[in-house]
């Protein structure tokens, strides 16, 4: 059972928003810090938002930042990623993770647990 389920994602036009949900089942991850990755079709998963268990923290990649905002619900046991202005260069496959192996929050090495993910695709 996948511990992760995104959803929220789809075709949108530039400028447009979408809000993609990261759900939790089977555990919970209310002492986990969560984030957002994303990959495009033949380039690697870059990091996009992360947020630390509290979610009094949250940090982004520098191509969302002011665009992109993310925030968690500990007790729906579900992590938002709010996505506005939308350009074609953001359209990828969006995961989730959650993690507590410490290091960077912005490294995929932080986190134990990953999502399947969910397409996002933005037109111009």
């Known amino acids: 059972q996948v511990p992760l389920v995104e959803s929220g994602g789809g075709l949108v036009q530039a400028g447009g928003s979408l809000r993609l949900s990261c759900a939790a089942s089977?555990?919970?991850?209310?002492?986990?810090?969560m984030g957002w990755f994303r990959q495009a079709p033949g380039k690697e998963r870059e990091f996009v938002a992360a947020?630390?268990?509290?979610?009094?923290?949250?940090t982004y990649a520098d191509s969302v930042k002011g665009r992109f905002i993310i925030s968690r619900d500990r007790v729906k046991n579900t992590v938002y990623l709010q996505m506005n202005t939308l350009k074609p260069e953001d359209t990828a496959v969006y995961s989730c993770?959650?993690?507590?192996?410490?290091?960077?929050?912005?490294?995929?090495?932080?986190?134990?647990?990953w999502g399947a993910g969910t397409q996002v695709t933005v037109s111009s």
């Open positions: 993770a959650a993690g507590r192996r410490g290091g960077l929050l912005s490294l995929e090495s932080y986190y134990d647990y």
């Open positions: 089977g555990r919970t991850f209310s002492s986990y810090e």
């Open positions: 947020i630390n268990w509290s979610g009094g923290i949250s």
